[in-house]
């Protein structure tokens, strides 16, 4: 695959017009504070708490990108899924910022990369980046579908 396919799948499912008709902006955009902190049952994740952890896995590729193939997250740690708390004390306005800028420092580093990038190895394992990429693109396609479940459930509630 090429590059700008990749990029363009992230365009697309971030604010595009993708086949499935929703994106993550337009999912999240129209949410109330309160809507996105709530869960809709005790254990599933709120809206807030899903667009957190989405945010905290493209940023593993950010950083990658930028040349810090060390950085990682624990699985299932703070960073993973940041609490409820801490992500209410921040704000949801905040969250939706932080998930603009994280899209734009993305799009900008991937389009600042060679073609060549995609077959670079990042780690032990012998992971690319086009694996990681294509992992990410998996990953918020999983969580925006998650998302509108959530808010479905929000609305029986």
């Known amino acids: 695959m090429m590059l700008a ?3 363009s799948q992230l365009e697309s499912l971030f604010n595009g017009q993708p086949w499935l008709d929703e994106t993550l902006l337009k999912k999240t955009g129209k949410l109330s504070s309160e809507q996105a902190f ?3 049952y005790p ?9 957190a952890h989405l945010i905290a896995w ?10 810090n193939y060390a950085y990682q997250i624990q699985m299932q740690g703070s960073q993973d899924w940041p609490s409820l708390e801490q992500l209410r004390v921040s704000g949801w306005k905040a969250l939706q910022e932080q998930l603009v800028s994280n899209q734009t420092r993305l799009i900008a580093l991937l389009k600042h990369q060679p073609q060549g990038v ?3 190895h990042y780690n032990e394992q012998g992971h690319t ?7 990410i ?3 918020d396609l999983y969580h925006l579908g998650q998302i509108g479940l959530v808010i479905s459930m929000l609305k029986h509630y």
Do not use: C, D, M
């Open 5 to 7: 396919y990749y990029i």
């Open 38 to 40: 709530q869960r809709p």
């Open 43 to 51: 254990h599933v994740h709120s809206v807030a708490e899903i667009l």
């Open 58 to 67: 493209r940023q593993v590729l950010i950083k990658r990108l930028e040349g």
């Open 118 to 120: 995609l077959s670079t």
């Open 129 to 135: 980046f086009e694996y990681l990429i294509n992992g």
């Open 137 to 139: 693109i998996q990953h």
